[in-house]
């Protein structure tokens, strides 16, 4: 059973480019939730999304920053006209219900 | 406020060695409180979990101790190895319908000396 599965690993981008991030869930998980973390520091929640539904979007910033979860493919997190101030690592983690389980990161560089 | 509080940020301890790492939290409706470990590059790893009906659980060299009324919890590494230098991460989560966002402290960075 794969775990969580996010692409790209690495993603470099100039400032005013979008970024568009991409989450697997487990199988059978139907709940995804996006973090951000800057370095030295610890996760923080942004988005938390069911199937074709966001259900708390309340840590996200209002500008510039979107998710989905389709109903088929991945979830995507989007990002536009990316500032140096978005460079972090963004987790997603899927959960069935209760204890949620990461993915291995995006690390997203803004040049 | 939705806050945990994490302490030490950092810990050195020697092979064999207890580790001990400390959370503090304010909002009394968190009813989950799960410990999450990190290597460089890597994604946080579920390590163990308790919710507060519970004072202590204990998984392999892993132990959560609870203390309900004091809103603490702490984590300990017994005879820790140098293959458990990370950083951890306590968290907290509370009900709200069915969404359980994770509130984490600020982490540990732990290093065992061989």
């Not at chain 1, 999304?49 to 309340?58: A, T």
């Not at chain 2, 400390?22 to 579920?46: H, I, R, S, V």
């Not at chain 2, 959560?64 to 820790?80: C, E, G, P, T, V």
């Amino acid at each position: 059973n794969a775990g969580v599965m996010q692409n790209p690993r690495h993603l470099v981008r100039r400032r005013g480019q979008e970024a568009r991030l991409r989450c697997s869930p487990m199988k059978g998980h139907s709940h995804v939730y996006w973090y951000r973390q800057l370095p030295e520091e610890g996760l923080k929640f942004m988005v938390y999304l069911q199937k074709e539904n966001i259900i708390d979007e309340s840590g996200m910033p209002k500008e510039r920053f979107s998710a989905e979860f389709p109903k088929e493919g991945p979830s995507i997190l989007r990002i536009q006209q990316v500032v140096r101030g978005d460079s972090a690592a963004y987790f997603c983690a899927s959960s069935p219900t209760g204890a949620q389980y990461f993915g291995p990161g995006t690390r997203l560089t803004v040049l | 406020q939705q806050q945990v509080k994490q302490s030490p940020q950092s810990l050195i301890v020697q092979k064999g060695g207890i580790s001990i790492i400390n959370c503090a939290y304010e909002n009394t409706a968190f009813d989950y409180f799960p410990w999450y470990q990190q290597f460089p590059g890597k994604g946080p790893a579920l390590l163990i979990a308790i919710r507060p009906d519970v004072s202590e659980k204990k998984e392999g060299r892993f132990t959560i101790s609870f203390n309900k009324s004091a809103k603490q919890f702490s984590l300990h590494i017994m005879d820790s190895q140098p293959g458990d230098s990370a950083t951890y991460f306590c968290a907290a989560t509370i009900p709200s319908g069915s969404a359980r966002q994770l509130t984490f402290g600020s982490g540990t960075q732990l290093t065992v000396l061989p």
